[in-house]
Structures are given as structure tokens and as C-alpha cells.
């Protein structure tokens, strides 16, 4: 017997069946329709490929989605399958667009359904799912992603080899009905013939050539046809700093530019830029495999930040996007947890340089005390110099030694690098050279250029390290060589402090290798040690630690837990350590100043030159 208090009726229905006939709340809506169609279209898939499934048990699951009796059947319920696949992600990204191709999908699917095979119960499953969308439309309002035609070549790619991995299968499925031993060679040949719509080699009984034929050709037409969309629909460019923006962020940094050492590389052309309401402040980002990334603090006064982390948030709830800060302070960490209720994570610590107790002389400092002046009675010679100083000719091998020095194909950094060197409203950066003439005369086309260390502004009296190259005949060396003359000249060019380098996970570094460490802390450290072959992880530590700089704490901030494998992968790729991007015959290297992410810095005399791992 229910009870009822106050008049209250709702104690007359057991709040299960409540909850069932209210159905799931809104914001889980998107990742349960994603996922149904994730199991729907694999099911599909099956039925359309293996004859067998479609007599089981799973049959009633299967006929959700449009099929018939016969060859046209497998086709559609193998077309339907792959189809929804692709959907499924756009679906629990919230996207627009995959609402849109669902809603068209599911009614065409109940009236298949009940045409065809005269099926009450997959047309009603089909509206029941079509009814769910469209009465939770609202939770679909997502913006498209950043992309470009190149896309169309990746669908292409992988639909092409998707499509012929299971046209294998298809072929492959009915082995009782085959005339002969065909071989690989022979299946291949047929499922390419088929994918094209062309009759192939291998001959099959009782209709099932019929069945083969119409599921090749069902997969050629949605590799064809995806492809073709692909190429053709309007493009969403991924955001760029313009004019206007890079203008309003320099004013910005002009006022504020002292507070963040990561201020300039905000700069970068190849991020986007959200500002406050008031336009006093700014965050700066990039897209990447569908992580909306940030780097550093924002950009202004501090008591506007909520409103341009604000404005970030929004946009990245308009494009369900990922949202993410890789490197920012511990001041920007709190502002960033206080304001959006994402939570933060330190992610290693920086090292900066106080000019003014900077010296060689010391115990400490007696290994790069030792090297610097080996290297000078080696005939180097070094010259720091604004950027403004420095003469066209001298501007010009510069940059042509920067992107003939580099170490990797792609170019590395994004969160403490500019993409640039020598631009005409970076004059204030500060590029420090090394010098040795060739006894035998012999000319280069830097002349007698040897290394290279380009520092961008911190403010009026700081500047960051942003790229090192050196030449890989000169002696080893160069970075402690130039670090130290960029020290030494820095009362002169009005520079107090110095951000040398990013050192990931430095904390667990210094504490593992201590007397009295657990066991813990040191198998974390060993870890460490182990992906350091890898990743300079722990020579960038070591490397900072011998100009005695003060480790200034950087923090990531995400959203939830599982976001951070993800977050993690996005910030690899934007750093250039995962390339994704297309093959090296479809991409051209540019050996012009134009903007490009570049690498860091050179911690040890290795192969490569990275700044931040």
C-alpha cells in the first residue's frame, strides 16, 4: 500500500518506474545514443557480413537499422553498420551535424524495416531511438571542428583500407558455397574488382555472389561517397591570430607582459585568441585532435581573467571540445579551478635565472665554469645582440642556419615556443651567437656562424628561451657557451631574470634520487629515467640544475581524470613529438621565415633540439 504526505502523489508510483518512464536525464543523452549506435552498427555489420548471424538470437537487435531479405539486405544492414560507426562519435560529441544524418537515418531505417521485411518491432526500436534525439534535440548543438579538404584524403585512406579489410571477411564468409580454392591473391582481387562495382574472379552457389556483389559494392560506394562529401563541403578553418588580435595582445603584454614568463609566445600565428568582455584580458589556444589547449596564463590583468576564461570555456562547450591549460602558473592554476571547477595537476617545474646572483665561480658551478673555458681557447667567441641590431645579412643566415640546423623533420614546440625569428615586431628579443673562423678558409653559408639561441621579452627587464641551434661539427658545448655569455650580457641589455627551461616532473626527479627516498617515489623515478630515452626528461633537469636557477612550479588543469591520456596525446602532437598529419610527399618545408612551431632549446649535446617535452 503506498503512502501519501501532504497531498503528495507521487508515493503511488515506486520511483524505479518513475525514473524509467522519465527516461534518461538530458546530459547523458548524447553518450547513450552514441554508444547504442556503436553496438547497433556492429551488430548490423555482422549481419550483413556472416549469413548465419542473421538467423540468431541478436537478429531482433540487428533489424533496428534498414535491411531486406537476400543480397540487398546484407548491403543495407552492412551499408547501415558503417555508417552509424561513423556517427557514433559526432554523437557523443554532442555534434550537430551527426543529429542531423541520425535523424535522416532512423525513419529511413523503420520504413525499410516495415517494407521489407515487415517488421513491426525494429521500425518501432528505429523511432523510439529517432524519438529520443529529437525530443533532446537541445543536447546537440555542437559547433564543427576546425578542418580542412586535406580530410578528404584521410577518409579516403582509411575508409579505403577498412573497406578492404572487410571486404576480405565478406568474401571469406561463405566457404561452403565457393567453386574451387581460391587463393589470397584471388580473394583480393575480388574484393577490389567488387568495390568498384566489377564481378570478380571467384564464383559462388546458390545466390551468394549476388550477396557478395551488393555488400563490395555498398562499401566502395560509402568510401566513394564520404570521400566525395568530404572534398566538397565548405571548409572550418582552424583559428589564426590575426592582425588585429597579435595588435591587441602586444598592448596587453606591454602592460602585463611582466607577469608570466610564457606572455610572448601567446603570440604564436597559429593559435586562436578569446578576449574578455572588457578586452583587458585574453586566452590564447589551439585546437588539437578535439582538445581545446591552452598554454601558460591568460593573457592582461589578472582581475579580468574570469571573463576571457569564461568566454574559453564557452567556446569550448560550443564545439564540445576538450577544454585544457598545459603550463600555467600557480597563480593562473588557482584562477583557472576557482572559475570553471576543473581540477589541477603539476606538471613539472621551470627554471629561471636571477641575473644578479648569477656567477662561475664556485663549486657548483665549476663543471660549466670548466667547459665555457675550454671551448673559448678553442677560438669561439660569442655575441648577444638585440634583434633589432642586427643587420639583414646577419638576419638572413640566422634563419637560414635555424631551419637547416634542426635536428627533426617537424618542428617542435608550442607552449614555450614563438615559430619565428627576426619579425619586425619582435625586435626586442634578444639573439645570442657563436663564432669561429674556419683555419682553412673554407666558406659556409653562415659564414663563421656556429650556434644560435634566440630569447623572446618578459616583460621590459626579462626575456624566456625560445630556440637553440647549433651546427653539428662545432665542438660540444654550445648551449653552456651561449647560456652563460646571455647571462654575462644581461645587466647590459637591462635583463634581470632569465627562464632557461621547462623540466617536466622535476620535483619526483630531485626527491627520487635523495638518501631516505620510498620505494614509491624512487620506482616513479625510475620510470622517469626509463622514458627519458625517449623523451628528455631527465637531461632537461639536469641540464637546468647546473646554472642554479629557482624551480618555479607549472601546473596542468583538465577536467576529468580520463580526459588526461587524451589531453596528454593532444599536447604531444601540438608539441611536434606525435606527427599525425599527412605523409612527406603532401607536405612541403618551408625554408622561409614564415610562422611555424619550433623547437625549444638543446639541454645536452644529443640529436635533436627540444625545448619542452
Avoid at 546537440?140 to 578492404?164: C, E, H
Avoid at 596587453?252 to 572588457?278: C, E, I, N, Q, T
Avoid at 604531444?572 to 607536405?587: I, K, S
Amino acid at each position: 500500500m503506498s503512502v501519501t504526505v501532504d497531498g503528495d502523489k507521487s508515493g503511488s508510483v515506486p520511483d524505479r518506474v518513475r525514473r524509467i518512464l522519465r527516461g534518461p536525464r538530458p546530459e547523458k543523452v548524447p553518450a547513450l545514443v552514441g554508444t547504442a549506435c556503436t553496438l547497433i552498427g556492429l551488430i548490423d555489420i555482422a549481419a550483413g557480413v556472416f549469413p548465419r548471424f542473421r538467423t540468431s538470437r541478436m537478429h531482433a537487435v540487428a533489424e533496428v537499422l534498414p535491411g531486406t531479405l537476400g543480397p540487398l539486405s546484407a548491403a543495407l544492414s552492412l551499408s547501415a553498420g558503417v555508417l552509424l560507426l561513423l556517427l557514433a562519435h559526432g554523437l557523443k560529441r554532442h555534434k550537430r551535424r551527426a543529429w542531423r544524418a541520425a535523424v535522416v537515418l532512423l525513419p529511413l531505417g523503420a520504413a525499410a524495416q516495415f517494407v521489407w521485411r515487415h517488421s513491426v518491432t525494429g521500425a518501432l526500436l528505429s523511432l523510439a531511438l529517432l524519438a529520443l534525439l529529437v525530443r533532446h534535440r537541445d543536447q546537440f548543438a555542437a559547433l564543427p571542428d576546425p578542418r580542412s579538404r586535406w580530410r578528404a584524403l584521410t577518409n579516403f585512406v582509411l575508409m579505403g583500407a577498412g573497406s578492404l579489410a572487410l571486404g576480405l571477411v565478406i568474401v571469406s564468409a561463405h566457404p561452403r558455397r565457393v567453386i574451387g580454392n581460391p587463393s589470397l591473391t584471388d580473394r583480393l582481387e575480388h574484393v577490389l574488382y567488387g568495390l568498384f562495382g566489377v564481378e570478380g574472379p571467384i564464383a559462388y552457389t546458390g545466390g551468394s555472389d549476388w550477396t557478395v556483389g551488393y555488400s563490395l559494392g555498398a562499401l566502395g560506394m560509402l568510401t566513394a561517397l564520404t570521400t566525395i562529401y568530404l572534398a566538397f563541403r565548405p571548409e572550418h578553418p582552424a583559428a589564426r591570430l590575426t592582425d588585429d588580435d597579435e595588435t591587441r595582445l602586444r598592448a596587453l603584454l606591454d602592460k602585463h607582459g611582466a607577469r608570466d614568463s610564457l606572455g610572448h609566445f601567446a603570440l604564436r600565428r597559429d593559435k586562436g585568441v578569446v578576449f574578455s568582455p572588457s578586452g583587458k584580458a585574453a586566452v590564447c589556444y589551439r585546437v588539437v585532435s578535439g582538445v581545446m589547449l591552452a598554454s601558460g596564463d591568460p593573457i592582461g590583468d589578472v582581475e579580468a581573467w574570469p571573463g576571457a576564461i569564461e568566454r574559453f570555456m564557452d567556446e569550448a562547450k560550443a564545439h564540445s571540445w576538450t577544454p585544457a591549460v598545459m603550463g600555467c602558473s600557480e597563480t593562473g592554476g588557482q584562477v583557472w579551478t576557482r572559475e570553471t571547477g576543473l581540477d589541477a595537476l603539476e606538471l613539472g617545474d621551470e627554471a629561471i635565472v636571477d641575473v644578479a646572483d648569477f656567477s662561475l665561480s664556485g663549486r657548483a658551478m665549476r663543471n660549466v665554469r670548466q667547459m665555457v673555458k675550454r671551448i673559448e681557447r678553442n677560438g669561439y667567441t660569442t655575441k648577444v645582440r638585440r634583434v633589432a641590431d642586427l643587420t639583414d645579412g646577419e638576419l638572413a643566415r640566422v634563419r637560414r642556419a635555424a631551419e637547416d640546423w634542426r635536428g627533426t623533420d617537424n618542428e617542435r614546440g608550442f607552449s614555450m615556443a614563438l615559430g619565428r625569428i627576426g619579425d619586425p615586431g619582435d625586435g626586442d628579443a634578444v639573439i645570442a651567437t657563436a663564432h669561429k673562423e674556419d683555419p682553412e678558409g673554407t666558406e659556409t653559408p653562415y659564414g663563421d656562424l656556429k650556434a644560435i639561441i634566440h630569447f623572446v621579452p618578459w616583460g621590459p627587464d626579462g626575456m624566456s628561451l625560445e630556440l637553440m641551434r647549433r651546427d653539428r661539427s662545432a665542438d660540444p658545448g654550445m648551449n653552456e657557451l651561449l647560456i652563460v655569455a646571455a647571462l654575462q650580457n644581461s645587466p647590459r641589455l637591462g635583463i634581470q631574470r632569465v627562464s632557461l627551461n621547462f623540466a617536466m616532473f622535476r620535483a619526483a626527479l630531485a626527491r627520487g634520487e635523495k638518501i631516505g627516498a620510498g620505494p614509491v617515489l624512487r620506482l616513479w623515478r625510475g620510470l622517469l629515467v626509463f622514458l627519458s630515452r625517449w623523451f628528455q626528461i631527465e637531461s632537461l633537469y639536469k641540464f637546468n640544475a647546473k646554472f642554479q636557477p629557482r624551480w618555479e612550479p607549472r601546473f596542468v588543469v583538465y577536467r576529468k581524470s580520463r580526459d588526461l591520456p587524451r589531453i596528454g596525446f593532444a599536447a604531444m602532437q601540438a608539441e611536434g613529438f606525435v606527427d599525425v598529419t599527412l605523409p612527406r610527399p603532401f607536405r612541403r618545408r618551408s625554408h622561409t621565415p614564415a610562422p611555424r612551431p619550433c623547437a625549444h632549446i638543446v639541454p645536452t649535446q644529443t640529436e635533436h633540439d627540444v625545448r619542452a617535452a
